[in-house]
């Protein structure tokens, strides 16, 4: 279906060279000074929207830590783009749902808590062979790129940011499950440790996710490590979380330390929490209301403004052929 496009690196656009992308802000700011790149600044500038205004809680402090810093900013792949500005920094990394460090939406600072190295992924199910590995073996291992997405919130707010990490195919290829595996599951960390909010006995945790295989293995699924040119903030699911941009946000699994490939459909944190409202197939649609709100429009975080929500948040293309056939299904919540 996309077979004549070039791959977004390839594209000729002279404006966004992948050596431009690649530059980080002090260099630029250091080029810039000394004069030669400045046909490359518009597209840096946008790239890097906002990323001065960081606070310790999300910015320097918590990447300087952070033993995978050194690998970004990774090159940005300009297949997957979005027009309009990108959402800043502070507000992506402010206003979270985490529910492990509580219901608010304002628990970054709180999210510091977590403890991100040693982190191990656990694959299991039915694969070749189950396999535990560390996060910054599994790093090495994954192609890193750097893909800007729009996100919707089942709460109607929506952002668009700039993930780091790898495609989840790559990790699935890595997995080699067999062909009786038919979903994905992913589970967050339940060390009560960690954060406070696992030891509330109202919630199902750990908090679960989960794909079918055809989705895993899209090329839109994608596994975030990294936000903003930085390793991924603790409040944003470090070290790794999935981002399925087509679906609402509470899919896009925190944190993850278990993944398992499973013949049977994983029944999710918010399946338990509410049937009613928050189901497996998650797609977003705006003509499909929420039991107690509309999903007609979103509210851009960070700016005063709403927007009218898209269907598959714009991802049609990609996505929608996963879906033929499955119309008797509640595909839209
Ligand atoms: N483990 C875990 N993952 C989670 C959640 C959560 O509470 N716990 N909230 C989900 C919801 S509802 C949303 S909208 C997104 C928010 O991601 P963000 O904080 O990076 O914007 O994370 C999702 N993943
Ligand atoms: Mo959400």
Redesign the pocket.
């Known amino acids: 279906m996309h077979y004549f496009r070039k791959r977004g690196w390839e594209l000729g656009d002279g404006a966004a060279t992948p050596e431009a992308v690649f530059r980080t802000r002090r260099q630029l700011v250091k080029a810039l000074a000394a004069g030669p790149v400045l046909a490359a600044a518009p597209v840096l500038l946008t790239a890097c929207d906002g990323k001065e205004s960081s606070n310790a809680a999300n910015g320097a402090t918590a990447s300087a830590a952070d033993p995978s810093a050194h690998l970004y900013p990774v090159m940005r792949n300009l297949r997957y783009r979005v027009d309009g500005p990108l959402t800043e920094e502070r507000h992506?990394?402010t206003?979270?749902?985490?529910?492990?460090y509580g219901t608010s939406k304002y628990i970054s600072q709180d999210a510091q808590q977590l403890r991100i190295r040693p982190w191990t992924v656990k694959i299991e199910g039915a694969v070749e062979k189950p396999f535990e590995i560390g996060i910054d073996d599994l790093l090495k291992k994954m192609p890193l790129e750097e893909r800007v997405y729009r996100?919707r919130?089942?709460?109607a707010w929506g952002?668009t940011?700039p993930w780091s990490g790898f495609a989840l195919k790559a990790l699935v290829d890595l997995a080699k499950p067999l062909s009786k595996a038919k979903y994905v599951r992913m589970e967050?960390f339940g060390d009560s440790s960690l954060a406070p909010g696992l030891r509330q006995p109202f919630f199902p945790w750990?908090?679960v996710?989960g794909l079918s295989m055809a989705e895993a293995t899209n090329e839109l699924s994608f596994i975030a490590t990294g936000?903003y040119g930085k390793p991924i903030p603790k409040?944003?699911?470090a070290p790794l979380?999935?981002v399925a941009p087509w679906k609402?946000?509470?899919?896009?699994?925190?944190?993850i330390v278990r993944i398992s490939f499973d013949e049977e459909r994983p029944k999710t944190?918010?399946e338990k929490m509410g049937p009613a409202e928050y189901g497996f197939w998650a797609n977003v649609n705006p003509e499909v209301a929420h039991p107690r709100w509309s999903q007609a429009h979103e509210n851009v975080l960070g700016e005063n403004r709403r927007a009218p929500t898209v269907i598959y948040n714009g991802y049609g293309e990609y996505v929608a052929g996963l879906y033929k056939g499955m119309e008797n299904e509640s595909l839209f919540k």
């Open positions: 992506a990394t206003y979270n749902n985490f529910y492990e996100f919130c089942v709460e952002m940011v967050t750990p908090y996710e936000l409040q944003n699911g979380r999935l609402y946000g509470f899919k896009n699994v925190k944190s944190f918010w």
